[in-house]
């Protein structure tokens, strides 16, 4: 009877101490999950992904909930785990495309600067902006100039991108080195809308990405 005992206490030890050894692990496994976490969450980009993108009807892609460049500025910053910043109008342009054909029209004939919503209070963490735009009349929208023109871009490696039906980059590239006359302006990509919002735009983006060394 002792002997059967004593088996017993000794199985309820071991078994105790495997338990204890596994609760042991389980917890140094979720700790260090947790730093990978703490630590992902902490790691800050040199990266800014900038864009400026209409939402509503959109010539040759119908009615949208995310814009042609907004999807371009995705793919941008999934890739490169970056951080962003949308710029947004206060004043907010019609969901219908010939309202505001017409309001982009206007502003440019003005030399308009829409006012922006927020501010980007640590612009001077950044090495590296990417600077996303549709084009309007054969331009930057107006918005994107006043944003070009509410920072310090010397020093900073500036990479445009654009959508666009038919028009390219219209030449607004050579524009924002005009503007940026320090900085270091990187070769753009420029993607009609419809092709943006399709996996072969992702793809040409991503490889557009790689050709630039990143």
């Not at 612009?123 to 309007?136: K, R, V």
């Not at 070769?187 to 009609?192: C, I, K, P, T, V």
């Amino acid at each position: 009877m002792k002997k059967g005992l004593t088996l017993l206490v000794l199985l309820i030890s071991l078994f105790g101490i495997t338990a204890c050894e596994k609760n042991i692990e389980k917890a140094e496994s979720e700790s260090k999950a947790q730093d990978v976490l703490e630590e992902t969450e902490n790691v800050k980009s040199n990266i800014l992904v900038v864009y400026f993108s209409r939402t509503g009807a959109n010539y040759n892609v119908g009615n949208i909930e995310i814009g042609n460049s907004a999807m371009m500025a995705s793919y941008i910053k999934d890739y490169l785990k970056a951080d962003s910043f949308e710029i947004v109008p206060v004043k907010k342009y019609s969901d219908d495309y010939e309202t505001t054909t017409a309001e982009a029209q206007k502003e440019k004939e003005e030399k308009a600067r829409p006012e922006i919503k927020d501010k980007i209070e640590n612009f001077d963490d950044y090495d590296t902006i990417f600077i996303g735009y549709p084009i309007w009349w054969g331009d930057l929208p107006m918005i994107v100039y006043n944003f070009l023109e509410s920072y310090n871009f010397n020093g900073k490696t500036v990479v445009p991108f654009n959508t666009h039906e038919g028009s390219g980059n219209a030449g607004t590239y050579e524009t924002i080195k005009s503007k940026l006359p320090k900085a270091n302006i990187k070769d753009g990509l420029a993607l009609q809308g419809v092709v943006a919002r399709t996996e072969s735009g992702k793809n040409e983006t991503i490889n557009w990405l790689k050709k630039l060394g990143y």
